[in-house]
């Protein structure tokens, strides 16, 4: 059987839409998140394969499960996670968790309805944040605003890559009842422009998304964890500009995400606005104009 990293898509946390073990994050957690970065991009790059069969994605997946509960030595993203977490005497429930998501993207194609959407989100995204949090000590009442933010950022990703996820994996977040209501069909996620009823429905969608975004919106000031606190006001500005593009534009024929430069532009926006926000005590939950 073939190693799950020989199956990586190549990948990295540096590739990401959200920062992942940055700099702002305290030294002594990187090895841990990184382990579990690498554990995660594992087991999503094994469930979006191109050539694995579903039963056989459903296989490597168990195997990692398998491993990460000290069943086996065979697969180094689960021991390198298993061994990290052992370090600080932390349960896996977090990693076992996104591996309920991947095996959905395996077996379930479709998405009925917004709840769906989210029940799907508390398995792909949610565990993310709590690990995070969980590695700072921070408390579980963080966890609501936290599962704000990660299933915004995930919907967020399903709009921005709603015609490739189509095309390359015949997969659709975007909701049935959301299509039938704008009057589009999954074919239009095919073509090279949306129609106009497929765009009002990522409109909607983006709108509707942008309201978690403001569920979220607590988070940084939550967190005790200075550096945290940063990040999460990174990652928060983030989401604020994307969702804004993606209430504006059309993903199937303009760019929705953030370019390098404003990548570090948004990072010193939500580093300075939180930094400033600590000192003076005051933390301003309003939500910044929409970039177009």
Known sequence: MTSASDLRSGKTHRDENFPVASWIIHPRHRALILSYYNFVRTADDIADHATLSADEKLRYLDLLEAELLGKGDTQKEAVNLRQALAERAMAPRHALDVLVAFRMDVTKLRYENWDEVIHYCRYSAMPVGRF?????????????????????????????????????????????????????????????????????????????????????????????????????????????????????????????????????????????????????????????????
């Open 132 to 292: 995070m949090l969980d590695v700072h000590g921070e408390s579980t009442s963080t966890w609501a605003a936290s599962d704000a933010l990660c299933a915004g950022l995930q919907i967020n990703n399903h709009l921005q890559d709603c015609a490739k996820d189509y095309k390359n994996l015949n997969r659709i977040y975007l909701p049935r009842d959301a299509l039938a209501a704008s009057g589009a069909s999954a074919e239009m996620l095919g073509e090279a422009k949306s129609p106009p009823q497929l765009l009002q429905c990522l409109h909607a969608l983006a709108v509707r998304t942008e309201t978690l975004l403001d569920e979220s919106r607590s988070l940084s000031a939550e967190v005790k964890d200075f550096r945290l606190g940063l990040e999460v006001a990174v990652i928060q500005t983030f989401a604020d500009r994307i969702v804004g593009m993606l209430k504006v534009r059309d993903p199937l024929s303009e760019r929705v995400h953030l370019s390098p430069l404003e990548l570090l532009g948004q990072s010193a926006i939500g580093i300075a606005g939180e930094a400033i926000s600590r000192a003076v005590g005051r933390r301003p939950q309003t939500r910044p104009a929409a970039g177009a």
